[in-house]
């Protein structure tokens, strides 16, 4: 039984193979796709809020021929009091084959993994600030296709790292690539503890003659109230201009997981212009997520 929980437990190879099982999948007949996870059931439980994930899983699923059942756990008996561990452990013994799971907590997919034993593959979709390794794969996915090596690549990740999972799998996810060279910037208070990439004291030491420029929302969700920057002038201190664009590499690309915040993180003359990856990351989400199932589940 594989799961998929962690983007550190996985290397280079793999993460390669998982690159090059994307592009069969792509390119494979759609009759013969349908076929690779016929009989096969994904549940879905989305305890927080998703546009893309989940409809990105969705869809990877069902064009593999898979059973999706999205739990609605608004409806759900956890609401009655029932916990989590009984609400999978019901579920899988509906006879389910992954859980892709979604959950404020750090951890969650991985104590999912203990309670189930080895009965159901399991999938995080994101565990509080911990971990998005889905998002990781499609982001190295990205940076591969765009800029094919890894090992001279100078990397910017800009805001709320503090409270990203995004930002910390993929620091883990490009370090397993090779790549070394990650910079970050953002307000003092949402950079983290500790970190293995480097933290930087502006925004032009990160993004001069970057490759890749990584922005992230702001997670109002997980900060309190006084911790929350005001929102007009956030975009003059760290957010991705114009100008500040400028600053990379003439070909680097600029990527954001979504949602964005225009003018708050990215001004829109960015997150529309010619270098940004955003809605291909969007289309990539579709085809990593495509190979993870086929490769936990095939
Ligand atoms: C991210 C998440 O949920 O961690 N979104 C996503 O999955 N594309 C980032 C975010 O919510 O800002």
Redesign the pocket.
Known sequence: MKHFIDINHYDRSTLSSLFTLTDTLRDMKPKKRMKQLRHKTIMQLFF?N?T??RVSFELAARRLGAHLVNIDIARSSTQKGESLRDTLETLAAMGCDAFVI?HANNGTAELARKWLGNKVSIIN??DGNHQ?PT?ALLDLYTIHLHKGGWKNLKIGIFGDIKH???AASLIDGLRIMGCHDINLYGPRHLMPESTPALMVNSFANAARDADVLVM??I?KERMADTEIPNPEQYLEYYGLTPERLKLAKPDAIVMH???INREVEIASEVADGPQSVILEQVTNGVLTRQAILHHLLA
Do not use: D, F, M
Request: aromatic residues 0%; without cysteine.
């Open positions: 927080e998703s893309r994930t979604r979709a994101g998005h998002q990203s999972r995004v992230l929302r997670q997981p979504g949602p």
